[in-house]
């Protein structure tokens, strides 16, 4: 969320909070296409709307080792918070998930991407944040991840899941990197901030609703402070 002014922000999401929240409580087909992997550790890059909720929500995964909150997309030297907010960097607000596929699958992963984590239906924005750093997309590290990902929308596409089409961008990994210290955790370590109650909070008791069996009440902390 870019830093305007939380009074005009909070008047905006409480009148948007009943519509929005009643968007992040359906449960969606799993992936037809979702390989098994025998990997100890698989890594993939994620980005739809601020990075604090993506955060927030994979962190409380079964099966989810580390989740870092960053910048994918554009260059290495414009991966800064002042310089992203300017939507002219090429950059997504991202999270870099670490999981053991053993534990929870890819397609797991983008269950609840799809499902509660954001609104995949919503360009270049979600809920109040506007811009393309806000976009929703899905950067792939292997072949294998590029296949399930481009199935997966294919199937719920054609099975008109959403009433809107997805516009989730498909796209390589070229590089990520690690957001500002501050950043960081945000939701754990500021849980009454009025942005975090009306949009990401509400994330957090969606998918232990809707996925209660990939729930886990404890997150995995980036770091302690």
């Known amino acids: 969320m870019k830093f305007a002014p939380l009074l005009a922000a909070t008047a905006l999401l409480a009148l948007s909070a009943s519509a929005y929240g009643d968007d992040l409580d359906k449960k969606i087909p799993a992936p037809g296409l979702d390989p098994a992997s025998t990997s100890a550790s698989e890594t993939i890059v994620l980005a739809g709307g601020c990075f604090w909720g993506q955060q927030a929500v994979f962190e409380h995964v ?39 596929p053993r534990v929870v699958s890819f397609g797991k992963l983008l269950q609840v991407y799809f499902s509660v984590a954001h609104d995949p239906t919503e360009l270049n924005f979600q809920g109040p944040d506007e811009g393309t750093s806000y976009r929703s997309e899905i950067f792939f590290a292997t072949p294998e991840q590029e296949k ?14 959403f009433a809107h089409p997805i516009v989730t961008r498909i796209e390589p990994l070229k590089g990520f990197y690690a957001a500002e210290g501050y950043h960081q955790d945000y939701l754990i370590h500021n849980p009454t901030q009025p942005y975090i109650v009306f949009n990401d909070l509400p994330k957090l008791a ?3 609703q809707v996925w209660p069996d990939l729930y886990r009440p404890d997150p995995v902390r980036l770091a302690s402070r």
Not at 73 to 92: D, F, I, L, R, S
Not at 148 to 161: E, W
Request: glycine share 12%; proline share 2%.
């Open 148 to 161: 399930t990902a481009r199935a997966y929308v294919a199937q719920l596409g054609g099975a008109h899941i």
């Open 206 to 208: 969606a998918l232990k």
């Open 62 to 100: 079964k099966g989810v080792t580390k989740v870092v909150a960053g910048y994918s997309g554009g260059a290495k030297q414009t991966a800064t918070y002042p310089q992203v907010t300017t939507e002219t960097t090429g950059h997504a607000e991202s999270v870099q998930i670490t999981f053991d």
